[in-house]
């Protein structure tokens, strides 16, 4: 999928917003049994998808800019959709710092308590 230029500005712009816990606060997070426990496997019994996403983007922000790639991009826009429609559904009332809801978007990037 190839991404152009006049996107990326807004897509790394978004990502940045989106994305609120720097590269080792989420590379600590996701060595933790709730992260790898958080998430959908895909049916698969390994990694959950938000698991793997989380690595991804721990790459991603280690980066520079100009080294990014269309695929980097890709998954950049992937991360601001998530983490968009997650929060669109409101998270728990009671108890939102134990929740499913957190755990799954801190395996994205973003801290709701933050």
């Known amino acids: 999928m190839s991404v152009e230029n006049l996107d990326r500005d807004k897509i790394w712009h978004d990502f940045g917003q989106a994305v609120n816990m720097a590269p080792g606060e989420l590379e600590t997070w996701l060595q ?3 992260s790898k426990a958080a998430g959908w496997s895909g049916g698969s019994g390994g990694e959950t998808v ?3 996403s989380g690595r991804r983007i721990v790459e991603i922000k280690r980066k520079k800019k100009a080294d990014l790639t269309d695929d980097d991009y890709s998954h950049m826009q992937r991360v601001v959709g998530f983490v968009h429609r997650h929060l669109a559904q409101g998270g728990p009332k009671k108890d939102p710092e134990g929740s499913p809801w957190r755990r799954s978007l801190m395996n ?7």
């Not at 994205?108 to 933050?114: A, E, M, Q, R, V």
């Open 50 to 52: 938000g698991h793997h």
């Open 108 to 114: 994205w990037g973003h801290d709701p308590l933050k």
């Open 32 to 34: 933790t049994d709730e």
